[in-house]
């Protein structure tokens, strides 16, 4: 009796080099994750989240998905937990995709996405093994930013709760629900995208979400089966004994900061009351992220090496230098160089230092009248502007906000008043009145 799980996460699709696309990456990689999906033949395939790179994406970011999606449905059921970066509503319409807009239902659903982590909106899912013997049960809790909390959950002790704390809670509920009857045949698997204390970031990741204030306690996930988790990048087991859970990473090197990371894909095979055996199966498909340090002689040695790749050069040059680019160019000329910085003996010396001025620093209304006339605001309009901005740089509290000369005309007209005799001007004394009566 064995189950079957193939773990993968953190797509990103949409994701880019500067201002570069990686379209072709996407395919070569999405398509080499079905090609081992098919041949592993899984009971049960999990995505831990972070489908897309943005919470907007392209529509050929979303067919992409979907069609890789629904290709990894025919082989085993798909569990997709929504990420940090994912959006409950865009990954509802994928499934409105995948679902042939509605029209499939209950058991002719292959793919799940879990999008809501309160009680009564978890998923928690069984799904038969291929031999009949093992029922697997995942439960999904998609990534929870904190503020979450307060509009998600009701608990008043969550307030002063620590991160950790409150993530314990919810992992509780998910447990519960998940070993709710469980029986002697069943193969339990928590999927979430969460950070946990402990992990290794490639700093690929949104900073703010793997800082300590965000991690989840090793030792508070639930004792499943398997873990497949998601948000971390770089692929690695989760350093907790007796836990059997793994970051699957992203399938291509995201930023440089990934540059020695080998991606892959989690390859896992579960037999009840024994450790899971877990594989790390690599990918392939990607361009590699490659960074260059060095003077030219030695960026000459290594070039040699890098052969098609995403290229930073950091280059040492005794003084500034025409035609790098092309010189760099011509020594890679299978890679993307998406990125050259000279280094020269004092440059780092060369920074503004407001002590080195004899002048004032102009302020905001200075180099605004400076610049509006250039845009064709001028006469009474420029007046007109500053003392708008005025008013905006004078506002106190935004509860009690400042009146502006055409809230004045509104609200003159809404009262009946004679709008001639009031005039431009003593809408603008109103406002000035106003201004002087809020700054009091």
């Not at 509605?102 to 002719?108: A, I």
């Not at 291929?130 to 998600?152: M, Q």
Request: charged fraction near 25%; aromatic fraction near 6%.
């Amino acid at each position: 009796m064995t189950g079957r799980v193939l773990h993968t996460s953190d797509w990103h699709l949409g994701r880019q080099i500067g201002h570069r696309r990686r379209d072709a990456e996407f395919k070569a990689v999405l398509d080499e994750i079905v090609e081992i999906a098919a041949e592993f033949r899984p009971d049960l395939i999990v995505h831990s989240g972070d489908l897309f790179d943005g919470p907007r994406p392209s529509l050929d970011d979303m067919r992409r998905a979907a069609y890789a999606l629904r290709r990894l449905g025919d082989i085993a059921p798909v569990v997709v937990v929504a990420g940090n970066h994912d959006t409950p509503y865009v990954l509802g319409f994928v499934d409105y995709l995948l679902t042939d807009m509605g029209t499939r239902t209950g058991g002719q659903v292959r793919v799940r996405f879990a999008t809501d982590a309160r009680s009564d909106g978890l998923l928690i899912a069984e799904y038969p093994a291929a031999d009949g013997e093992l029922t697997l049960r995942v439960g999904a809790l998609p990534y929870l930013h904190p503020n979450r909390f307060a509009y998600d959950f009701t608990d008043p002790a969550a307030a002063t709760a620590t991160y950790a704390e409150r993530i314990r809670t919810v992992q509780a509920e998910v447990y519960g629900r998940l070993a709710d009857g469980r029986g002697p045949r069943d193969v339990l698997v928590f999927a979430a995208h969460l950070f946990v204390e402990g992990a290794t970031p490639s700093y690929s990741e949104r900073k703010v979400s793997i800082s300590s204030d965000y991690a989840a306690g090793a030792a508070d996930l639930p004792a499943v089966d398997y873990g497949a988790l998601g948000h971390i990048h770089k692929p690695q087991l989760v350093g907790r004994a007796g836990f059997p859970a793994c970051y699957a990473g992203s399938p291509l090197q995201l930023d440089f900061g990934e540059s020695h990371d080998t991606k892959s894909v989690v390859l896992v095979k579960i037999e009840p009351g024994k450790p899971p055996r877990i594989e790390f199966e690599p990918l392939t498909s990607g361009r590699r992220l490659v960074q260059l340090t060095g003077t030219l002689e030695e960026i000459a040695q290594q070039a040699g090496r890098v052969g098609d790749a995403w290229v930073k050069v950091l280059v040492d040059v005794e003084a500034p230098t025409t035609s790098l680019a092309e010189t760099l160019g011509g020594m890679l000329p299978d890679a993307t160089i998406v990125g050259i910085e000279e280094r020269w003996p004092g440059a780092e010396n060369r920074v503004l230092d407001r002590t080195a001025s004899t002048a004032d620093l102009p302020g905001v209304e200075d180099l605004l009248r400076e610049y509006l006339p250039r845009r064709g605001t001028a006469g009474p309009a420029l007046d007109h502007v500053m003392a708008t901005f005025a008013d905006l740089q004078a506002e106190p509290d935004p509860a009690a906000p400042a009146q502006f000369a055409e809230e004045n005309l509104l609200a003159a007209a809404i009262a009946g008043e004679d709008l001639d005799g009031i005039g431009r001007a003593g809408l603008l004394t109103s406002a000035a009145t106003h201004r002087s009566e809020v700054a009091r």
